[in-house]
């Protein structure tokens, strides 16, 4: 109980003591582009009601889990694969460096054209940038399968589904979800940026519509809200993470208390 409080107040003194200092520096403003803080907090509730709620932040959740959920599931399918074999590997590889180059911002005019302005386009520019770290991780976590489990693996004829499922993707699950915690905070990003364009609703188009009111407290009670959900969404990947990877982490912790 004691190392969890200790724990819980090391996570929060930095973002505590972030707050005052934001507090103490911004209390005297009087620029209408960095208002006071506690102007900015003042307004969050009003700017912020259910209402609101339910009509920007929960298509954006939604928009963000969709195309993250399908980078995740291409990303794992298409790395096992190119990771398992040489061959693919070699043909691949320079047209994927050449798609992971392009920063995704660039593609939403195109995959607007054959997608057109609606949810399809946002889901698809999120899963265009959060499937290269997927990708990418699940390669090399394959290449990186200890090669005498699978030389054992091999001799006792384990082959096929039950190879992959007991062997390669627990094998390169710890790098699958380094990946997917990069994939994360690209999704975020692009979530924001896709709303930007040519949308109706969503955290994007609400701090843009915000900013061109020159609504600055409201604009930036929307920056704070998308830096509390990026938070909430961390602390909730981790706790799967934990979950997911209890035996890792049990391993790891046992390699270090041993002597």
């Keep these: ?31 209408v582009y960095w208002p006071p803080l506690r102007t900015i907090l003042t307004a969050f509730p009003d700017v912020w009601t259910p209402e609101r709620l339910r009509a920007d932040v929960l298509p954006s959740v939604w ?18 694969v190119i990771g398992s074999h040489r061959r693919v590997r070699a043909v691949c590889e320079p047209v994927l460096e050449f798609l992971r180059a392009v920063p995704p911002p660039v593609l939403v005019p195109v995959i607007m054209l054959f997608a057109g302005i609606g949810d399809t386009m946002k889901v698809a520019v999120i899963a265009s940038g959060c ?19 699978a030389e054992a693996a091999r ?48 955290l994007g188009f609400t701090i843009v519509q915000f900013q061109r009111g020159f609504a600055i407290p409201d604009m930036w009670t929307g920056i704070l809200l998308l830096g ?32």
């Design 131 to 149: 499937v290269w770290p997927v990708l990418l991780n699940t390669v090399e976590g394959v290449r990186a399968v200890d090669p005498v489990m």
């Design 228 to 259: 509390m959900l990026g938070v909430v969404l961390s602390v909730l990947f981790r706790l799967v993470e934990r979950r997911v990877l209890g035996w890792y982490h049990g391993l790891r912790d046992a390699a270090r208390r041993s002597p």
């Design 1 to 31: 109980m004691t190392r969890v409080l200790l724990r819980l107040v090391l996570a929060g003194a930095l973002p505590a003591l972030l707050v005052v200092v934001w507090w103490v520096a911004s209390a005297g403003s009087t620029d």
């Design 155 to 202: 001799s006792y004829g384990i082959r096929g589904v039950a190879r992959l499922r007991s062997l390669v993707l627990p094998s390169a699950s710890p790098q699958i979800f380094a990946g997917l915690r990069q994939a994360l905070s690209i999704g975020i990003i692009l979530m924001v940026i896709s709303e930007m364009f040519a949308a109706s609703n969503g």
């Design 63 to 80: 928009r963000l889990a969709a195309g993250y959920a399908l980078a995740a599931v291409a990303g794992v399918a298409l790395g096992t």
